[in-house]
């Protein structure tokens, strides 16, 4: 019940393209759901996030898409570029301390 | 200037060694974490101290000690070390608040550092 489920572990996009990476979860307690983006040789850094009584984030070219009854969410990235090539890290809150981490996705967009 | 700083970068070692890694923020924030990261880049959290308090504490070998002098660092220490220890370690720090009006990304938005590659031989 404390997992978050994210798909797909890998994805290849071509540049312009929409890249989309989904995460389920289980507990109905989290409370905030961020997703991270980490370079190859970097940490983690968060990009962009949501709260559950929201259904859709957008920062420039990248949107939280949000189904509290389904209690999934995707991160849509549009306009890809190849600049985007990362992993993708999807996570959901426990309180004000812990962060359950999906497993990662790694993104290629290919020019 | 470096918000969560590690040292060292790399650390080559031999089994059975005892190592440490460091970590120092300078956000002012007051939780600090250790995560391992493996080769599939998983990451697992290990611990998480708050104001120099153990919060988080999961399921690692007692071979791992995190100790923190101050809130602004939280080091960790490695004893008897295995091959499957190989992986790159990451320090992160928050700032927990309660979410704020209108954003969220103030709400736990943990800073990672660069990050230590541990290779056990």
């Known amino acids: 019940q404390q997992q978050v489920k994210q798909s797909p572990q890998s994805l290849i996009v071509q540049k312009g393209g929409i890249s989309i990476i989904n995460c389920a979860y289980e507990?109905?307690?989290?409370?905030?759901f961020p997703w991270y983006q980490q370079f190859p040789g970097k940490g983690p850094a968060l990009l962009i996030a949501i709260r559950p009584d929201v259904s859709e984030k957008k920062e420039g070219r990248f949107t939280i898409s949000f189904n509290k009854s389904a209690k999934q969410f995707s991160l849509h990235i549009m306009d890809s570029q190849p600049g985007d090539s990362a992993t993708y890290f999807c996570?959901?809150?426990?309180?004000?301390?812990?962060?359950?981490w999906g497993a990662g996705t790694k993104l290629i967009i290919k020019p | 200037d470096t918000a969560v700083s590690q040292t060292p970068k790399y650390l080559v070692t031999q089994m059975g060694n005892d190592k440490s890694i460091k970590c120092e923020q300078n956000l002012g924030h007051d939780t600090m974490y250790w995560y391992k990261q493996d080769s599939k880049k998983f990451l697992k959290i290990m611990f998480s101290y708050n104001n120099k308090e153990l919060i988080i504490n999961e399921t690692v070998p007692n071979r791992f000690s995190p100790k923190s002098p101050d809130k602004a660092h939280l080091n960790l220490h490695i004893n008897s070390l295995e091959l499957g220890d190989s992986a790159v370690y990451f320090c992160a720090s928050s700032q927990a608040t309660h979410f704020l009006a209108g954003g969220s990304s103030s709400y736990n938005e943990q800073f990672f550092g660069p990050g230590t590659r541990l290779t056990v031989l």
């Open positions: 996570a959901a809150s426990l309180g004000n301390y812990q962060l359950i």
């Open positions: 507990n109905t307690a989290f409370d905030y």
